[in-house]
Each structure stands twice: as C-alpha cells, then as structure tokens.
C-alpha cells in the first residue's frame, strides 16, 4: 500500500534552517509528483509548494519564495523539504501528501516543526 | 494567492444533512474541475474524501457527495453519523498554485 513516512519532530531557534525527510513506498516514485502542506496552531492548511518527482520542476507559494526549497531523491523515493530564516510562526506542523493530478491522495503522517528561542 | 472561503463551522444532528461550500474566484474554483476536500482531525493526517469536485476515493462512503456551480463548490454530508464530526477543507487547483479553504468544523450535534 502506498506510505509517506516523514522525520521526527524538530526544534529550531529563530534564524536557523530546518530539514523534513519524506519516504514514499508502495507506488512508482516518479510517477506522481509531491505536495507539501503546513498547519500552525489555530490555522488552516496552507499550501506550501509542488516538486515533480521526475523532472525535479518545483512551483513555490509566493509566500515562501526564496526561503523554501524542496528536493527529491528518486533512488531512495524520498523527497526533502528545507525551510531556512525560520521564525516562531512558522511553528506548524508539515506535511508531504502525494499529488495524483491537482489530487493529494496521501499523506504523510506529519512533522512537528517548533521554532523558539 | 488567497485563501477559499469557507463557512467556519457547521452542525447538524445524527441522520441529517449538512452542506459546507467553498467560495473562490475564476482563476481557481471557477476556473478547473480540480476541487477537493479533506477530513481533517487533530493528531492525524488530512483524508481525502472527494476530489475534482464530486468523486469519491474507494472506501469513502457515498454519504459524502460534492457539486460546484460557478466560482462556488460544497461538500454535502448525508445521513450525519458522529464519526463524520472533524474538520473540513477544500483545495483547487489554481494554475501553477493550489488553493486551501479556511476549514470548516463539522459539529455532529
């Protein structure tokens, strides 16, 4: 069955990067491309950006450009979020959820990102 | 990019219906047939429950059913249970972006 499984949670001090694993099995990793998702406390889901997995071709939310870079590794069917400059809100917790067609069929189970001094 | 507008909260009581709708604009909603929705609880991943707009993934009960007219889609839940009390979000496709609704909280009265 298909899985995302991300890293564990992370604790960062404000101006300091932070780096979230996404492990894909179940499916062909190039087949579909990768969705990440954030949720602060008292929030939505919030779109953060869109890499394909086969040619590696990202859109960002504006709101992350320059700040926000996701990466993939094909043979390890793992894709890879950083987010660096970290400040306390962007305190949430992030998702990878695979995107079949402008469709996020599955999820990962969540990592939770804490930034505080 | 701004946020779809959804209502936040709704209610019903057991066996009812209840309908939750997603307000955009042309350049998302309006615009493509790629409106989803997902079932959100505290503590667990989103589920989806419908996508491009009014289908189901297997294993999702045909209670849950979806429309769009205009720049506006809902989510419509039949036959209300408890297990359906959760949070609700849309998503659209919006040119190279997508689109998250606000969320709105289902409360099975």
């Known amino acids: 069955q298909v899985q995302l499984v991300q890293s564990g949670a992370e604790v960062k001090k404000p101006g300091a990067s932070v780096k979230v694993s996404c492990r894909t099995s179940?499916?062909?990793?190039?087949?579909?491309?990768l969705t990440w998702v954030r949720q602060a406390p008292g929030q939505g889901l919030e779109w953060m950006g869109w890499?394909?997995?086969?040619?590696?071709?990202?859109n960002y939310a504006q709101k992350f450009q320059g700040r926000f870079t996701m990466t993939t590794d094909a043979s390890r069917s793992t894709a890879y979020m950083e987010l660096r400059s970290l400040r306390s809100d962007d305190t949430a917790v992030y998702y990878c959820?695979?995107?079949?067609?402008?469709?996020?069929?599955?999820w990962g189970q969540g990592t939770q990102v804490t930034v505080s001094s | 990019q701004s946020a779809l507008t959804q209502p936040p909260s709704a209610s019903g009581s057991p066996g009812q219906s209840v309908a939750i709708s997603c307000t955009g604009t042309s350049s998302d909603v309006g615009g493509y047939d790629y409106v989803s929705w997902y079932q959100y609880r505290p503590g667990k991943a989103p589920k989806l429950i419908l996508y491009e707009v009014s289908k189901r993934p297997s294993g999702v009960p045909d209670r849950f059913s979806g429309s769009k007219s205009g720049t506006t889609a809902s989510l419509t839940v039949s036959g209300l249970q408890a297990e359906d009390e959760a949070d609700y979000y849309c998503s659209s496709y919006a040119g190279t972006n997508r689109v998250f609704g606000g969320g709105t909280k289902l409360t099975v009265l």
């Open positions: 179940g499916y062909t990793f190039t087949d579909n491309g």
């Open positions: 959820a695979r995107d079949k067609l402008y469709t996020l069929d599955h």
């Open positions: 890499i394909s997995t086969y040619r590696g071709n990202t």
